[in-house]
Structure formats: structure tokens, C-alpha cells
């Protein structure tokens, strides 16, 4: 990774009301909105570029941004990655 992609700064913003587009250094993934534990919403969760993770602001559930397998917290199904794409 470039010196400009790790200090490129990590987005999240809301695609429509059931999914998310986080835009990370290597690309864009897009995921549900909500977590699949509680439904916190995930817009307002802390993202970890380095390691592709989010984690949901309301019970700390943390999840993988490239499988949506649950890595951290309360138990759950998955969280569902729609797309994964590179910058354009």
C-alpha cells in the first residue's frame, strides 16, 4: 500500500436506507446498513482499514468487510456484503 492510499481517509456513507458504501484505500465495499445482531445503524460504526473490519457502534458486534463473517461480539448471523469494487 502507497503512502497516499494509508493516509487516505476511510468514508462511510449511506447508499439508500439498507445499504452502506464504505470506501476504503483498496476500493469500495457495499454492505447492509444495519447490523445483524441489534440493527445498529453501521454508518455510525468505527471502520478498520487495515485489517477490513467494521464495528457496530451499539453492541460492538465487529465483522469482516470482505466476507461479512462475525469476527467480535455479541452472536449473529453474518453481515451481508452486497459488492466490492476497486476505485474508479
Excluded: W
Amino acid at each position: 500500500m502507497s503512502e497516499d492510499e494509508q493516509q487516505k481517509p476511510v468514508r462511510v456513507r449511506e447508499v439508500s436506507e439498507d445499504v452502506i458504501a464504505v470506501e476504503l484505500p483498496g476500493g469500495t465495499v457495499l454492505t447492509d446498513a444495519v447490523c445483524p445482531h441489534r440493527k445498529g445503524r453501521l454508518r455510525f460504526g468505527y471502520v478498520d482499514a487495515d485489517r477490513m473490519r467494521i464495528t457496530c457502534p451499539l453492541h460492538h458486534s465487529t465483522f469482516s468487510l470482505e466476507n461479512g463473517r462475525r469476527l467480535a461480539g455479541p452472536v449473529c448471523d453474518a453481515l451481508r456484503i452486497h459488492e466490492q469494487g476497486t476505485p474508479g
